[in-house]
């Protein structure tokens, strides 16, 4: 019997060969839809962090991170396998890597089995490295302790163009452009010269480009915040570093044993270790890691009361669930099943049809999709449905089967699914509530028709209506039949019209997709499907018959069609119906579809009504209320419209405003909405199912009111936006990373109710990507936060519009009070530094807030009693003066920042314009005066009314005697309308522009905005 510890050497030395391999590189073909193969050298980089290949014409934008694999797969298993006759590879060479949020396929081909063997071995080592770690904590451990430890070794390589190992002031400038830095030249010569301390003047090498890159990477911001709270120290103590968590990360529950674990965590200095202090560099770690991340850690995991009714939770839902791409040409893949419930997704879609040999088969009817087995796509539901969470899923089947066929359906579903279908005896079909998640953890419930109940129970089948999502391409839309070469030269003309659309739906803003209606392309499309049906000829080969028609319905129609005797529709033609095997019927518990056609006020808790995007949006719009109570006992699932064929995405905050539980989306479709919806079920750890706010389970109101709940209070969220962190150039950049420096801007939205739906944008920073500092507040008034998402977004200005370059959305029930870092989705190190304050806020106004950045201020202090400038103005401060003495004490900001910020990009769609925060008049008057906090003393207690403060009078002489490091000045009397204005942390334009004009008239207009405007003076 051979040695345990032999077994464990034995296996890590052959994993250790694997790793030796792949970073070496092995020359592989990369298969590709429609082409031979490309021959590319694939390599793990050194670091064990991504896959790369060259030659590519993407640089060092070719590459794959390891965080981002979903699974390895051997042989020739993928679609583009398929693609390809049998024979041409052997499969023993092949394998395919499945990575992204689209699950994308990279199909490689050795030279023998033994290179395959190797690279999927060492793949899937290190996906199991990393699987129980989420992606903050990857950033970390990929990191080390401090901040970009790992990057200089990195652009060492990339910068050092001659390969000779060494970096000179010419490669560095290169560098830094490629990094959006923006530095004087003096400045980077001066940095370089105090790196260079080898003997070899000139060049730097890879420790002296460290200490180099230290340097330039220092953050300021973070410096100062730390010196706020380390009496001007360059270290904090235990005592210090516990305010600090106290009172700005509102952490009011730490102890000195876990203040003292944070020490050590991340402070990187052994002497400070041992001294129990921590330095700029541990304190910066900190800052950075996921304790310090906006979105709450606590909502990584179930917080949620999990045994309401179903009703009262919204429930992740997917829409086609198979398909991989577009809803006529693409894909279906088992796969995708897979993929969505290990994102959390808790109800699926299934599309039966009738197949060949008696074998039902998934597919999108009456289109060009590919079809896979039944029972395949069970079989991967089965294996994959409770791997990351026990809570119930729901599979939605849509039948189109014979009665046979039907039968072989409900066979499957109960030799594959066994006792996950089994619900004993939590409620009985004529029981008043649904039943709750918790009580249905580990089941399937099935979601089709019902036979209904006056049928004898002897009946083996019966007639059940036809007229829901069942049949969502409508009679009017469907490609019924093809053959022959008719069938090639449809698909042919019909993949050139999708990409046309495709392409052309690109052109518009893509934070915003509603901008192309689903009316407004429902035109185009269908006379490009009649010019698609008029080339190919005859019905035979081609029929269809694309009419665009109105899918809104008044209350009259429903009234008449309920009239007639459910025999008549909404669209005034005979309702279809069809026949249902009783062994289906019975599988059906909890979840019944019933036709979206039937009214909204009678039904039993679990009747399941269906509704495209077009009638929910009439019923939302006209009956509201009705809706609302609806969803408050009953199940509503919403799936996109039939135009949709792109598979793009509506808004689902829309109809989660309502209460709507199972909002169906194209999950294979990634953007705006399915980035939406992420953050919507990331606020009960992403297991599908999110607790509606108590408004919507119980009681009416109107979310299209101007107060809908006036009973509640509003929250104030108050975002301080500091700076940003390596923000990248945009990634649709022709000239990639030698384009130039981004002119970055941040922009924040809210998404919730209409009345609180709103943007609001910093002002734009020139020239830097790296480390921009923009020192801007933000205000925001929530009247229902529960249900509202916060978008962060960072945009590159450009003169004629604007280019994206990444987001973050958070529900705003999991931002985290304090100073957080806002990473950007998909990118590695790029984030934002903000300051996050949230109040309640009772009737018409909100009490005293104080500037969110008191901290920093207060170590920045303010002199003879004028405003403070903030960190930008620190930094920026002439060298000659340390006080700011222009007499309005407002920070300047020249004309064509104004426009920038203006113009940057356009008001959110159906907001008003924004409004001067005051009349003139009310601006012009005389503000309160300011009066000096000391620095001692507690804010805290000090907002509490504990303690009392010194008068103006007597505290003005020690204003004066004041320096920059003075203490923090706020206002103790302010008229509303002014307090107003402080909250929202905007200091008046009139008096920007007016003391921006005063002191420096045409100068302070940039020369390319002088070069359109020949004369400029105003007085």
Known sequence: KKNPNTMKNLRKNKLERCMSVMQSGTQMVKLKAGSKGLVRLFYLDEHRSCIRWKPSRKSEKAKITIDSLYKVTEGGQSDIFHRHADGSFDPACCFTVYHGNHMESLDLVTSNAEEARTWITGLRYLMAGISDEDSLAKRQRTHDQYPLSDEPHTHTHEADKNGDGLLNIDEIYQLLHKLNVNLPRRKVKQMFQEADTDDQQGTLTYEEFSVFYKMMSMRRDVFLLMM??????????????????????????????????????????????????????GFTSLMRSPTCDIFNPLHHSVNQDMDQPLCNYFIASSHNTYLTGDQLLSHSKTDMYAWVLQSGCRCVEVDCWDGPDGEPMVQHGYTLTSKIPFKSVIETINKYAFINNQFPVILSIENHCNIQQQKKIAQYLRDIFGDKLDVGDLMHRDSKTLPSPSSLQGKILIKGKRLPAYLSADAEEGEVSDDDSADEIEDDFKLKSSNGNGHHQVESHIRKKLDSLLKESRIGDKEDSDSFSIRACCERRTRAFRRTCGRYGPPAACSAAFRAREHSSTDEEEKSGREAGGQINRGGRKRKTMKLSRDLSNMVVFTNSVASQECLNEGTPGDVLSFSETRAQSLVNHRTEQFLTFNQRQLSRIYPSAYRIDSSNFNPQFYWNVGCQLVALNYQTEGRMMQLNRAKFMVNGGIGYVLKPPPMCKGTFNPFSDDPLPAYPKKQLILKIISGQQLPKPPDSMLGDRGEIIDPFVEVEIIGLPVDCCKEQTRVVDDNGFNPVWEETLSFTLHMADVALVR??????????????????????????????????????????????????????????????????????????????????????????????????????????????????????????????????????????????????????????????????????????????????????????????????????????????????????????CRSVQTFNIH
């Open 228 to 281: 706020a709270y380390s009496d001007r120290k360059d270290h904090l103590t235990a005592d210090e570093l516990a305010n600090f968590l106290r009172n700005e990360q509102k952490m009011t529950s730490v102890t000195s044993e876990q203040v003292a674990e944070i020490i050590e965590k991340f402070e990187v200095s052994d002497e400070n270790k041992q001294r129990g202090v921590m330095g700029i560099e």
């Open 792 to 1009: 962060f977004l960072v945009w590159d200005h450009d003169p004629i519009g604007r280019d994206f370059i990444g987001q973050r959305t958070v529900a705003f029930s999991s931002l985290m009070p304090g100073y957080r870092h806002v990473y950007l989705e998909g990118l590695t190190e790029a984030s934002i530094f903000v300051h996050v304050s949230v109040h309640d806020v009772y009737g018409k106004w909100s009490p005293l807030v104080l500037n969110p950045s008191f901290t920093i201020m207060h170590f920045l202090g303010s002199n003879k009693g004028h405003q403070l400038r903030g960190i930008r103005g620190f930094f920026n401060r002439s060298s000659k003066s340390s006080v700011d003495t222009n007499a309005s004490g407002l920070r300047k900001r020249s004309i064509s920042d104004h426009l920038l910020r203006r113009t940057a990009s356009a008001p959110a769609k159906g907001r008003k314009k924004t409004k001067m925060r005051n009349s003139m008049e009310k601006r012009l008057q005389p503000r309160a005066p300011l009066i000096h906090r000391p620095i001692s003393m507690p804010l805290d207690r000090l907002l509490q009314g504990q303690l009392s403060l010194c008068s103006p009078d007597k505290e003005q002489q020690d204003i004066c005697a004041d320096t920059v490091f003075g203490g923090l000045c706020f206002f103790s009397r302010i008229r509303i309308n002014d307090l107003i204005i402080h909250i929202k942390g905007e200091l008046s334009i009139f008096f920007r522009v007016r003391s921006q004009l005063g002191s420096r008239g045409h100068h302070a207009v940039p020369q390319r905005f």
